[in-house]
């Protein structure tokens, strides 16, 4: 994979060189995905945690939209735990095409990610498999397409959601804090005045 000035990653065919398979690439591809697999459920945690909180927030918060001092630091509140609920969902979000079968001349399909295979017939997807199973280097290959999507998938999608899940969640606390404390300043200069 090539980095472009912008970030972006522009793909070019790229072949590897497995000279014979052994244990330690089986073990570093074992601990990668294992590694993966739990920061994916340290994810969908982190995306529940923000979720409850913004939703129980929300919920005891819309009570006081009706009273004149608390209704600002309340609007601006649920509009930023609104944002939470809506990004930490995202981020859990599964990310499948149901019902769009694969381009399977394509070679960078990833045949070991449920929702490429899940398009396919049983016969279909042992047929593109069959041949992964005999060259050590094509299942070398077909796991590190997988350890590689799964980290763009972690990095693009659940932990920049996450992210700003998190990032709303605490500017909505410090600003509807600085509505109340404005609004608790106005009050003051009316009743002194």
């Known amino acids: ?3 472009k000035g912008n970030g972006s990653v522009q793909e ?5 060189d497995v000279v014979r398979p052994s244990g330690h690439l089986d073990q570093l591809f074992r601990q990668t995905r294992a590694y993966h697999a739990q920061l994916s459920q340290m994810a969908d945690v982190k995306a529940s945690m923000m979720l409850t ?3 129980l927030i929300t919920t005891f918060s819309i009570r006081y939209l009706g009273d004149p001092y608390l ?9 930023f735990c609104l944002v939470t609920i809506i990004a930490a969902a995202y981020a859990v979000m599964p990310k499948l095409t149901l019902g769009v079968r694969p381009d399977l001349s394509n070679p ?7 929702g490429v295979f899940a398009n396919l017939e ?15 280097t094509r299942a070398y290959e077909a796991m590190l ?17 996450i992210r700003i899940a998190y990032t709303s969640f605490l500017m909505g606390l410090v600003l509807s804090t600085l509505a109340l404390v404005i609004v608790e300043v106005v009050n003051l200069a009316r009743v002194a005045g």
């Not at 209704?71 to 509009?79: A, K, S």
């Not at 960078?108 to 449920?114: D, I, T």
């Open 1 to 3: 994979m090539e980095t």
């Open 108 to 114: 960078h399909n990833n045949l070991l990610f449920f």
């Open 145 to 161: 397409r997988e350890i590689y999507e799964m980290g763009v998938y972690l990095g693009r999608k659940k932990y920049r959601f």
């Open 53 to 55: 909180l913004a939703s």
């Open 71 to 79: 209704r600002w630091p309340v609007v601006i509140m649920l509009c």
């Open 12 to 16: 070019r065919d790229m072949e590897i």
């Open 122 to 136: 049983y016969d279909e997807w042992v047929a593109e498999m069959n041949p992964l199973l005999q060259d050590p």
